[in-house]
């Protein structure tokens, strides 16, 4: 990295915290996917997956 | 996606030489190559059975190093990697019906949190669609990044899933 790009690195881009936001919103799993959810003896969620079947695709087991 | 399987070999399977310290009975290996037009990378599938029908797979590109489950390889063969382990996958349960099977999905050597990490995205999207709903659960774990793959039977028997769940949480501490 040169002294001029280091300089210019340290600005964040403006639009960078709105992409950190939507990054955040993007890795829970969407309420869509969920068919149940399971309270386990710890307090964890144990998430239920509904299974997606699109034409075309084979299962593998 | 997840469609085209590549050829793989079993290679062997390996006592338990722990001493102790891990609790599978056996080690099943397993290897392929995916090949790119500037690389050929070689991978492999180590299978580990445990007692009560309990597998754990775990898969990684051969690398000299202690992050070889974080690593990205860039090779963009996450399609043909997936439907290769899938395929293992399918042929331990040819042999064995009853099978569970967890996964945890290593973070990115870019990541500092194992919550939802972008692996387990990927693995989880992969399982929605290849895992036959009549016959198999997909249960996850947000927290830990960890994924489960169960027999319907199996899943809905009561009390099952948090046994299952509390065996699987014992071998992953001693693995990780």
Not at chain 1, 27 to 40: C, F, K, T
Not at chain 1, 45 to 60: A, M, N, R
Not at chain 2, 43 to 67: C, I, M, P, R, S
Not at chain 2, 124 to 139: F, G, H, I
Request: a positive charge; proline letters at 4%; glycine letters at 4%.
């Amino acid at each position: 990295m040169t002294a001029f790009s280091e300089k210019r690195s340290k600005k964040p881009h403006s639009q960078q915290a709105i992409r950190n936001a939507r990054k955040a919103a993007n890795r829970e799993i969407a309420p869509d996917r969920i068919a149940a959810i399971y309270v386990l003896a710890n307090g964890s969620k144990l998430i239920e997956l509904k299974p997606v079947s699109i034409p075309g695709y084979t299962h593998s087991f | 996606m997840f469609n085209a399987v590549l050829p793989y070999r079993f290679v062997q399977r390996n006592r338990n030489f722990t001493g102790g310290r891990e609790s599978w009975s056996f080690e099943d290996i397993y290897k392929f190559f995916i090949h790119s037009p500037d690389s050929r990378r070689k991978y492999l599938v180590e299978v580990h059975a445990y007692a009560d029908h309990l597998y754990t797979v775990d898969f990684y590109a051969k690398v000299q190093g202690v992050n070889r489950y974080r690593l990205r390889t860039n090779q963009y063969a996450a399609g043909k990697l997936g439907a290769t382990v899938l395929d293992v996958i399918a042929r331990i349960i040819r042999t064995d019906p009853r099978a569970c099977f967890g996964f945890i999905a290593a973070a990115m050597l870019d990541e500092t949190s194992d919550v939802c990490t972008r692996r387990f995205q990927l693995y989880t999207k992969m399982l929605e669609l290849k895992v036959d709903p009549a016959r198999y659960k997909v249960e996850t774990l947000e927290e830990t990044s960890t994924i489960f793959v169960m027999p319907v039977a199996l899943a809905n028997q009561p009390g099952s899933l948090q046994r299952i769940i509390d065996r699987y949480d014992r071998i992953f501490r001693e693995t990780f």
